[in-house]
């Protein structure tokens, strides 16, 4: 291709008006990663905002929850 343009009558002033032309009649990558990137931060948003709601149930201490056993045992302790 770049033969075709050197040998070509004016040489490479074609070629390069050529690619002026196409660099900015298109849409380039940077559009497109920009926009997957802003998707991303969109995403991220509502997954950390989702992950809080849910940290807020987490109680402060796991303690075990007595039950309405008489002898006073609580579940899941020691056996014995």
Known sequence: MVMSAVSAPGGLVPMAQRLEEAR???IGPGLIAFSI???L???TFFL???M???IRK???TFDNEPTDDPSGRTSGGDVG
């Open 41 to 43: 931060a969109i995403a």
């Open 37 to 39: 990137v802003v998707l």
């Open 52 to 54: 809080m709601h849910h």
């Open 24 to 26: 900015t009649s298109e």
């Open 58 to 60: 987490v109680p402060p």
């Open 48 to 50: 950390l905002r989702s």
